[in-house]
Protein backbone atom coordinates (compact mmCIF):
# COMPACT_ATOMS: atom_id res chain seq x y z
CA UNK A 1 0.00 0.00 0.00
CA UNK A 2 2.79 2.40 0.91
CA UNK A 3 4.53 1.95 -2.68
CA UNK A 4 1.04 2.81 -4.80
CA UNK A 5 0.36 5.99 -2.22
CA UNK A 6 4.04 7.23 -3.19
CA UNK A 7 3.92 6.67 -6.53
CA UNK A 8 0.25 8.14 -6.53
CA UNK A 9 1.60 10.97 -4.62
CA UNK A 10 4.18 11.50 -6.95
CA UNK A 11 2.66 11.59 -10.02
CA UNK A 12 -0.26 13.94 -8.55
CA UNK A 13 2.80 16.10 -7.30
CA UNK A 14 4.07 16.42 -10.77
CA UNK A 15 1.18 16.73 -12.51
CA UNK A 16 0.52 19.83 -10.35
CA UNK A 17 3.74 21.59 -10.88
CA UNK A 18 3.73 20.25 -14.62
CA UNK A 19 0.34 22.40 -14.84
CA UNK A 20 1.65 25.47 -13.11
CA UNK A 21 4.62 25.74 -14.77
CA UNK A 22 3.56 25.71 -18.32
CA UNK A 23 4.31 25.31 -22.01
CA UNK A 24 7.23 26.93 -21.87
CA UNK A 25 9.06 25.41 -18.66
CA UNK A 26 7.90 22.04 -20.45
CA UNK A 27 10.21 22.87 -23.47
CA UNK A 28 12.95 24.51 -21.32
CA UNK A 29 12.88 20.64 -20.49
CA UNK A 30 12.90 19.47 -22.99
CA UNK A 31 15.62 20.90 -24.84
CA UNK A 32 17.85 20.66 -21.45
CA UNK A 33 16.82 16.38 -21.77
CA UNK A 34 17.99 16.69 -25.40
CA UNK A 35 20.97 17.75 -24.47
CA UNK A 36 21.89 15.38 -21.85
CA UNK A 37 20.58 12.60 -24.14
CA UNK A 38 22.63 13.58 -27.10
CA UNK A 39 26.04 14.20 -24.96
CA UNK A 40 28.90 11.92 -25.55
CA UNK A 41 28.74 10.68 -22.23
CA UNK A 42 25.24 9.69 -22.21
CA UNK A 43 25.09 8.68 -26.04
CA UNK A 44 27.11 6.37 -26.15
CA UNK A 45 26.41 3.94 -23.54
CA UNK A 46 22.80 4.23 -24.47
CA UNK A 47 22.89 3.25 -28.48
CA UNK A 48 25.44 0.11 -26.98
CA UNK A 49 22.47 -0.98 -24.30
CA UNK A 50 20.01 -0.30 -27.77
CA UNK A 51 22.58 -2.63 -29.81
CA UNK A 52 22.54 -5.38 -27.14
CA UNK A 53 18.84 -4.89 -26.38
CA UNK A 54 17.88 -5.47 -30.13
CA UNK A 55 20.42 -8.40 -31.09
CA UNK A 56 19.14 -10.19 -27.89
CA UNK A 57 15.02 -9.76 -29.25
CA UNK A 58 16.40 -10.79 -32.84
CA UNK A 59 18.12 -14.06 -31.02
CA UNK A 60 15.19 -14.88 -28.92
CA UNK A 61 12.93 -14.20 -32.16
CA UNK A 62 14.61 -17.36 -34.18
CA UNK A 63 14.54 -19.51 -30.89
CA UNK A 64 10.66 -18.65 -30.59
CA UNK A 65 9.84 -19.51 -34.22
CA UNK A 66 12.03 -23.02 -33.60
CA UNK A 67 10.37 -23.81 -30.58
CA UNK A 68 6.72 -22.51 -32.77
CA UNK A 69 8.14 -25.06 -36.28
CA UNK A 70 8.81 -27.95 -33.79
CA UNK A 71 5.62 -27.58 -32.11
CA UNK A 72 3.35 -27.67 -35.43
CA UNK A 73 5.57 -30.50 -36.79
CA UNK A 74 4.77 -32.54 -33.81
CA UNK A 75 1.48 -31.66 -33.96
CA UNK A 76 0.86 -32.32 -37.57
CA UNK A 77 3.08 -35.24 -38.42
CA UNK A 78 3.21 -37.12 -34.63
CA UNK A 79 7.13 -36.61 -34.76
CA UNK A 80 8.60 -35.57 -31.78
CA UNK A 81 10.99 -33.06 -32.01
CA UNK A 82 14.09 -34.42 -30.34
CA UNK A 83 14.45 -32.56 -27.23
CA UNK A 84 17.34 -29.94 -29.01
CA UNK A 85 14.94 -26.86 -29.60
CA UNK A 86 16.06 -26.37 -32.88
CA UNK A 87 14.58 -27.50 -35.88
CA UNK A 88 17.64 -26.58 -38.18
CA UNK A 89 18.98 -29.89 -40.56
CA UNK A 90 16.27 -31.64 -39.00
CA UNK A 91 13.78 -33.14 -42.24
CA UNK A 92 10.68 -35.14 -42.03
CA UNK A 93 10.21 -37.70 -44.45
CA UNK A 94 6.28 -37.77 -45.99
CA UNK A 95 4.92 -39.94 -48.87
CA UNK A 96 2.31 -38.76 -50.76
CA UNK A 97 0.16 -40.87 -52.31
CA UNK A 98 -2.46 -40.06 -55.27
CA UNK A 99 -5.90 -41.30 -55.50
CA UNK A 100 -8.02 -40.89 -58.87
CA UNK A 101 -11.55 -41.92 -59.04
CA UNK A 102 -13.17 -42.29 -62.09
CA UNK A 103 -16.62 -41.77 -63.59
CA UNK A 104 -17.80 -44.55 -65.88
CA UNK A 105 -21.11 -42.48 -66.78
Request: hydrophobic share 35%; no cysteine; charged share 30%.
Given at each position: ?????????????????G????????????????????????????????E?????I?????????????????????????????S??????????????????
Amino acid sequence: MGKKFNLLLGVGVGYILGSRAGRARYEQILRAASKVRNSNLVAKPLDRVGERAAEAIRHQGEVVTDKVADAVKERLFGAPNGGSGTSRGEYIDVEVIEETTENND
